[in-house]
């Protein structure tokens, strides 16, 4: 019987990393199928979504972010999205953008609310490091592989993620990870500050 329980990314403990570098990713960080988009073209698009099932507690923390930040009313070329548990029809979206940002819950062997930034190919060690299946519909490694088969990858993404406490039916966050909803809203904010100063 196949086992239907509740269940989000899982990866080894992998230390925190300074935002402001997001905008300063070398062309060696999976630059192999990003998208070559003239010099001429600015400011660059930046695509935030926010990963997760709002039904299930703390896996839906990475939209409960989006919807902050779509509050703050940023005055920056940025489009929100709420990704849900994720599925090959965000490509769109991530192909899009010249600059990408990830928001989900995911294991950090960390106490509940931890906040953690990986990017490019920090963010794919941290991905395929899990030790067990996600709970969405395709892992978030699938996707960005189909963007770079398609050469379509962005230039820079990242993943702001969030370490959950409770993954069980309820429509907002447990008490213990509520308030990295605020934290992870601010890294969000710094990295698009960095590449869009």
């Known amino acids: 019987m196949q086992d239907t329980s509740p269940r989000i990314h899982q990866a080894q403990d992998r230390p925190d990393s300074d935002p402001a570098g997001f905008a300063d990713v ?32 703390d896996d839906g923390v990475g939209v409960h972010v989006v919807e902050q930040l779509r509050e703050r009313n940023l005055d920056k070329p940025i489009a929100f999205f709420d990704g849900g548990t994720l599925s090959f029809s965000l490509l769109e979206h991530i192909e899009s953008a010249d600059r990408l940002i990830i928001v989900d819950a995911a294991y950090l062997d960390s106490p509940p ?72 809203s601010e890294r969000v904010t710094e990295l698009i500050e960095a590449a869009l100063p």
């Not at 062309?27 to 935030?48: F, K, L, M, N």
């Open 26 to 57: 070398t062309a060696d960080s999976g630059a192999i199928g990003t998208v070559d988009r003239p010099a001429q073209e600015a400011p660059p698009s930046i695509v935030v979504i926010g990963i997760g099932n709002t039904l299930l507690g």
């Open 113 to 184: 609310g931890t906040v953690a930034v990986f990017r490019n190919a920090e963010l794919e060690h941290f991905l395929t490091t899990s030790r067990r299946p996600s709970v969405h519909e395709v892992n978030l490694l699938d996707v960005l592989g189909a963007a770079r088969l398609r050469g379509r990858l962005p230039a820079e993404y990242a993943l702001v993620a969030i370490e959950p406490g409770v993954v069980d039916w309820s429509s907002q966050p447990s008490p213990a990870v509520a308030p990295a909803v605020e934290e992870a």
